[in-house]
Protein backbone atom coordinates (compact mmCIF):
# COMPACT_ATOMS: atom_id res chain seq x y z
CA UNK A 1 0.00 0.00 0.00
CA UNK A 2 2.75 2.58 1.00
CA UNK A 3 3.92 1.99 -2.45
CA UNK A 4 0.89 2.87 -4.17
CA UNK A 5 0.02 5.71 -2.18
CA UNK A 6 3.72 7.32 -2.48
CA UNK A 7 3.25 6.96 -5.94
CA UNK A 8 0.19 8.45 -6.22
CA UNK A 9 1.19 11.28 -3.69
CA UNK A 10 4.45 12.12 -5.97
CA UNK A 11 2.02 12.61 -8.92
CA UNK A 12 0.11 15.67 -7.54
CA UNK A 13 1.00 19.15 -7.68
CA UNK A 14 4.15 19.81 -4.91
CA UNK A 15 1.19 22.43 -3.30
CA UNK A 16 -1.25 19.48 -2.63
CA UNK A 17 1.20 16.95 -0.79
CA UNK A 18 0.88 18.14 2.80
CA UNK A 19 -2.88 18.82 2.84
CA UNK A 20 -4.42 16.17 5.38
CA UNK A 21 -7.53 16.30 3.48
CA UNK A 22 -5.80 15.25 0.70
CA UNK A 23 -3.60 12.82 2.06
CA UNK A 24 -6.55 11.09 3.65
CA UNK A 25 -8.40 10.99 0.66
CA UNK A 26 -4.95 9.20 -1.07
CA UNK A 27 -4.86 6.61 1.62
CA UNK A 28 -8.61 5.62 1.23
CA UNK A 29 -8.40 4.84 -2.54
CA UNK A 30 -4.59 3.25 -2.24
CA UNK A 31 -6.45 1.27 0.37
CA UNK A 32 -9.51 0.88 -2.40
CA UNK A 33 -6.42 -0.07 -4.80
CA UNK A 34 -4.94 -2.44 -2.62
CA UNK A 35 -7.80 -4.47 -2.71
CA UNK A 36 -8.66 -4.36 -6.28
CA UNK A 37 -5.18 -5.71 -7.09
CA UNK A 38 -5.40 -8.29 -4.72
CA UNK A 39 -8.84 -9.83 -6.29
CA UNK A 40 -7.05 -9.38 -9.94
CA UNK A 41 -4.25 -11.09 -8.45
CA UNK A 42 -6.56 -14.03 -6.98
CA UNK A 43 -8.17 -14.10 -9.97
CA UNK A 44 -4.89 -14.41 -12.71
CA UNK A 45 -4.15 -17.15 -10.65
CA UNK A 46 -6.73 -18.75 -11.56
CA UNK A 47 -6.62 -18.79 -15.31
CA UNK A 48 -4.21 -22.08 -15.87
CA UNK A 49 -6.88 -24.71 -16.11
CA UNK A 50 -5.07 -26.64 -13.16
CA UNK A 51 -4.94 -24.34 -10.89
CA UNK A 52 -8.85 -23.79 -10.48
CA UNK A 53 -10.63 -23.81 -7.44
CA UNK A 54 -13.21 -21.00 -6.70
CA UNK A 55 -13.82 -20.31 -10.14
CA UNK A 56 -14.35 -23.57 -11.08
CA UNK A 57 -18.08 -23.47 -9.69
CA UNK A 58 -18.57 -20.38 -12.02
CA UNK A 59 -16.41 -21.70 -15.53
CA UNK A 60 -18.93 -24.94 -14.66
CA UNK A 61 -22.00 -22.97 -15.08
CA UNK A 62 -20.53 -20.72 -18.20
CA UNK A 63 -19.82 -23.34 -20.27
CA UNK A 64 -22.93 -25.50 -18.71
CA UNK A 65 -21.56 -28.13 -17.38
CA UNK A 66 -23.01 -30.01 -14.49
CA UNK A 67 -20.54 -31.90 -12.57
CA UNK A 68 -20.75 -35.66 -11.89
CA UNK A 69 -21.78 -36.31 -8.14
CA UNK A 70 -19.06 -37.31 -6.34
CA UNK A 71 -16.40 -35.95 -9.15
CA UNK A 72 -13.30 -34.83 -7.34
CA UNK A 73 -11.80 -31.22 -8.17
CA UNK A 74 -9.20 -32.55 -10.44
CA UNK A 75 -12.02 -33.98 -12.57
CA UNK A 76 -13.61 -31.38 -12.63
CA UNK A 77 -11.59 -28.96 -13.89
CA UNK A 78 -10.64 -31.49 -16.72
CA UNK A 79 -14.16 -31.35 -18.01
CA UNK A 80 -13.72 -27.94 -17.95
CA UNK A 81 -10.50 -27.67 -19.81
CA UNK A 82 -12.08 -30.18 -22.60
CA UNK A 83 -15.06 -27.91 -22.98
CA UNK A 84 -12.78 -24.97 -23.64
CA UNK A 85 -10.89 -26.94 -26.09
CA UNK A 86 -13.49 -28.37 -27.76
CA UNK A 87 -14.95 -24.76 -28.60
CA UNK A 88 -13.26 -23.91 -31.03
CA UNK A 89 -12.07 -24.90 -34.51
CA UNK A 90 -13.57 -27.82 -37.01
CA UNK A 91 -13.29 -31.29 -36.02
CA UNK A 92 -9.95 -33.13 -36.94
CA UNK A 93 -8.14 -35.29 -35.22
CA UNK A 94 -6.03 -32.33 -33.82
CA UNK A 95 -9.10 -30.90 -32.02
CA UNK A 96 -10.56 -34.41 -30.36
CA UNK A 97 -6.43 -35.07 -29.36
CA UNK A 98 -6.73 -31.28 -28.03
CA UNK A 99 -9.90 -32.49 -25.69
CA UNK A 100 -8.58 -35.80 -25.01
CA UNK A 101 -5.30 -34.05 -23.76
CA UNK A 102 -7.27 -32.60 -20.97
CA UNK A 103 -8.02 -35.93 -19.46
CA UNK A 104 -5.05 -37.05 -17.56
CA UNK A 105 -2.06 -35.24 -18.64
CA UNK A 106 -2.63 -36.08 -22.15
CA UNK A 107 -2.42 -40.14 -21.79
CA UNK A 108 -4.15 -40.84 -25.04
CA UNK A 109 -3.44 -41.01 -28.88
CA UNK A 110 -6.36 -40.02 -31.31
CA UNK A 111 -6.10 -41.53 -34.60
CA UNK A 112 -8.67 -42.05 -36.76
CA UNK A 113 -8.81 -45.64 -39.31
CA UNK A 114 -11.67 -46.85 -41.65
CA UNK A 115 -14.39 -44.04 -40.63
CA UNK A 116 -13.88 -45.45 -36.85
CA UNK A 117 -12.38 -42.47 -34.20
CA UNK A 118 -9.91 -44.97 -32.05
CA UNK A 119 -8.41 -43.64 -28.57
CA UNK A 120 -5.63 -45.27 -27.88
CA UNK A 121 -4.54 -45.49 -24.02
CA UNK A 122 -0.93 -45.02 -24.05
CA UNK A 123 -0.63 -44.20 -20.05
CA UNK A 124 -1.84 -46.53 -17.31
CA UNK A 125 -2.51 -50.27 -17.67
CA UNK A 126 -6.07 -51.64 -17.79
CA UNK A 127 -9.32 -50.12 -18.25
CA UNK A 128 -9.54 -46.55 -16.82
CA UNK A 129 -12.20 -46.33 -13.57
CA UNK A 130 -16.39 -45.73 -14.95
CA UNK A 131 -16.43 -42.20 -14.05
CA UNK A 132 -13.10 -41.57 -15.80
CA UNK A 133 -14.39 -42.66 -18.75
CA UNK A 134 -18.01 -41.36 -18.63
CA UNK A 135 -16.19 -37.75 -18.59
CA UNK A 136 -14.12 -38.92 -21.36
CA UNK A 137 -16.41 -40.19 -23.61
CA UNK A 138 -19.34 -37.37 -23.13
CA UNK A 139 -16.29 -34.71 -23.84
CA UNK A 140 -15.28 -36.40 -27.06
CA UNK A 141 -18.92 -36.78 -27.93
CA UNK A 142 -19.29 -33.36 -27.93
CA UNK A 143 -17.16 -32.54 -30.37
CA UNK A 144 -17.33 -35.38 -32.82
CA UNK A 145 -20.02 -35.69 -36.25
CA UNK A 146 -22.91 -37.93 -34.64
CA UNK A 147 -21.88 -40.34 -37.39
CA UNK A 148 -18.88 -41.25 -36.59
CA UNK A 149 -18.13 -44.27 -34.46
CA UNK A 150 -15.36 -44.56 -31.57
CA UNK A 151 -13.38 -46.92 -30.28
CA UNK A 152 -11.17 -47.50 -27.66
CA UNK A 153 -8.05 -49.07 -27.21
CA UNK A 154 -6.31 -49.93 -23.78
CA UNK A 155 -3.07 -50.98 -22.76
CA UNK A 156 -2.47 -54.13 -20.60
CA UNK A 157 0.59 -55.86 -19.78
CA UNK A 158 1.41 -58.55 -22.17
CA UNK A 159 3.24 -62.34 -21.29
CA UNK A 160 6.35 -60.92 -22.80
CA UNK A 161 6.19 -57.70 -20.84
CA UNK A 162 5.77 -59.94 -17.56
CA UNK A 163 8.40 -62.38 -18.29
CA UNK A 164 11.55 -59.97 -17.61
CA UNK A 165 9.72 -58.74 -14.29
CA UNK A 166 10.65 -59.36 -10.67
CA UNK A 167 8.34 -60.23 -8.03
CA UNK A 168 8.14 -56.56 -6.74
CA UNK A 169 7.31 -55.14 -10.15
CA UNK A 170 4.56 -57.54 -10.56
CA UNK A 171 2.78 -57.18 -6.99
CA UNK A 172 3.15 -53.33 -8.01
CA UNK A 173 0.04 -53.89 -10.65
CA UNK A 174 -3.33 -54.68 -9.63
CA UNK A 175 -4.76 -57.91 -12.07
CA UNK A 176 -6.78 -55.25 -13.95
CA UNK A 177 -3.44 -54.33 -15.69
CA UNK A 178 -2.92 -57.91 -17.20
CA UNK A 179 -4.18 -59.64 -20.18
CA UNK A 180 -5.08 -63.07 -20.43
Same mark, same amino acid.
Given at each position: ?10 ? %? !? ?8 ? $??? %??? *?? %? ?5 ? &? ?5 ? &? #?? !? ?17 ? !? @??? &? ?8 ? #? ?23 ? $??? +??? /? @?? $? ?5 ? *? ?6 ? +? ?7 ? @?? #????? @? ?23 ? #? ?6 ? *? /?
Amino acid at each position: MAHEFDNMLRS %L !PAAYRTDAWV $GAL %LGA *VA %LLDDGQR &AAAEDIA &A #QL !PGNAMTWVLDIEERICGIT !P @APG &ATMEERRRVV #QSRWRSATGKCDVNLIQRVCDSWRD $GEI +EVD /F @AE $GVIVLRF *VGAYGVPD +ERAMAALTE @AV #QAVIP @AHLAMAYRYRYLLVREVHGMGIDAL #QAHQIRDF *V /F
